[in-house]
Every structure is written in C-alpha cells, then in structure tokens.
C-alpha cells in the first residue's frame, strides 16, 4: 500500500519557522522525484520546492531564501524548513513523488499526501 504522510503543520507567527515532514512508503521513493506544493485560499496548487534522488533542488521564486527542501533516502522521509514565514504562506502543504521532474513540477504527480495546514498570523 502506497501512502505519503505529512506532518509539522501548525500556527506560527509572521516571521517564524516550521518544519514540515513527508513519510513516504509502498513504492521506491529513493529513486523518485518528491516536491512539496502548497494551496492557499482561491488560489491554484502550486510547486513550492522538488527535490531529487541527486539532491538536486528547484523552488518557486516565493520562497526561494526562505524555505529548504531536504530529503533522507535511507527514511524514504521529505523535509521542508520555512523560515521568516509569512502570512502569504498561510495554506494547506502537500507533499508528492513521481519519477519525472518536470511532471512532478507542474502537478501531475503519481502519488499524493493528504496534507498539512499551516496558518502564518501577523
């Protein structure tokens, strides 16, 4: 059975830090392609951060400076470190594999987290 879970959301202050963690089990996450997305309120899913099996790393320019992505392959575990949060960053975070970088980026990716809430308060 395939599940990606996430966890660390919550309420934080503008200008405060979160971490976010993604589980990942049923599939080989090590050799795919895992990105965090982020929906806010009348807004469309977007990437927010992908990261490869290479380490390799993309991000929105929205948060770039801001926000790390990680990942430990021997955990099949993602990681995103948002720092100076602000409350444009307030959404729901998803996160999602798919063995293709590019597909993964603009959202069709093959598997998905629930995701998390977190809300940024000024």
């Known amino acids: 059975q395939v599940w990606l879970v996430e966890s660390g959301g919550g309420s934080v202050q503008a200008g405060g830090s979160l971490r976010l963690s993604c589980a990942a089990s049923g599939f080989p996450a090590s050799t795919f392609y895992t990105a965090w997305f982020r929906q806010t309120p009348g807004k469309e899913r977007e990437a927010i951060g992908i990261?490869?099996?290479?380490?390799?790393?993309r991000y929105a320019d929205s948060v770039k400076g801001r926000f790390t992505i990680s990942r430990d392959n021997a955990k099949n575990t993602l990681y995103l470190e948002m720092a100076s949060l602000k409350v444009d960053d307030t959404g729901m975070y998803y996160c999602?594999?798919?063995?293709?970088?590019?597909?993964?980026?603009?959202?069709?990716?093959?598997?998905w987290g629930q995701g998390t809430q977190v809300t940024v308060s000024s």
């Open positions: 999602a594999a798919d063995p293709y970088r590019d597909r993964l980026w603009t959202g069709s990716a093959r598997y």
């Open positions: 990261i490869g099996s290479g380490k390799t790393t």
